[in-house]
């Protein structure tokens, strides 16, 4: 199997928002990514696609619903899936909330970009607030990773700012968890250039926000695929 590109978005993914039981009271071999059923159905499915055309592993993707709404999970029982991710490409197995980082052997730029993608996929959020100029539209953006791993957070900003990104960081004592982010036009345009997103969620964000010079709030993926249908 080669590492390609795919390969280390999905590692990214898992490092952002996956969870690892291996070994587990010696029998419990399991990886699971969670989601947003309004939002992430789509890349759920491309995920799906990545695993079985890389590993030939197939793995389910499930709806529950919640007081606050409805959840994807997207899941595969397999111990050598889960041998490959955790002796393989060097993953920390849960619990790795406050511990997990990228391992050493993908920091090289060429492939942690991808991988610094796949993070973002999972944990981060692309939004758009008011500039100074304007009062009304969100039309300034900020690209934004989320984690309470220190070690995730210093090797985000050694990697970003060593690729000339403009990187600041906001910590939070209450959830002892730092956010990672880029401010403004030209850091987004280069973050698509040289990184770039792979959800619809996000890629019809960057979209709507580029043919109207603004962004709408509280929009759904459907509208907003509507909305650039109609350009």
Not at 4 to 28: F, K, Q, T
Not at 120 to 148: Q, V, W
Not at 167 to 190: A, F, H, I, P, R
Request: net charge positive; with cysteine.
């Amino acid at each position: 199997m080669m590492i390609n590109r795919d390969v280390l978005e999905l590692i990214g993914v898992i490092i952002g928002d996956g969870s690892i039981l291996y070994g587990y009271r010696n029998e419990h071999y399991r990886m699971e990514i969670s989601g947003n059923a309004e939002e992430d159905q789509s890349y759920f499915l491309r995920l799906q696609k990545i695993i079985k055309n890389n590993f030939n592993k197939d793995v389910k993707i499930i709806e529950r619903n919640h007081k606050k709404g409805k959840s994807l999970s997207l899941y595969i029982n397999n111990r050598e899936f889960v041998e490959i991710l955790v002796k393989k490409f060097q993953i920390m197995s849960s619990p790795k909330t406050f511990t997990i980082k990228i391992p050493n052997k993908f920091l090289n730029w060429k492939l942690s970009k991808h991988i610094i993608r796949g993070i973002f996929e999972s944990d981060g959020s692309l939004y758009f607030s008011r500039s100074k100029i304007t009062t009304k539209l969100k039309t300034y953006p900020r690209i934004e990773i989320k984690t309470c791993s220190k070690n995730l957070v210093n090797q985000l900003v050694e990697l970003l700012k060593n690729n000339n990104f403009k990187v600041q960081t906001l910590s939070s004592k209450s959830d002892k968890c730092t956010k990672v982010y880029l401010s403004g036009e030209n850091m987004l345009e280069k973050w698509v250039k040289e990184i770039g997103f792979s959800s619809k969620k996000n890629i019809t964000k960057y979209l709507l926000w580029k043919k109207l010079g603004y962004y709408i709030p509280k929009s759904t993926l459907k509208e907003r695929e509507s909305l650039l249908k109609s350009f």
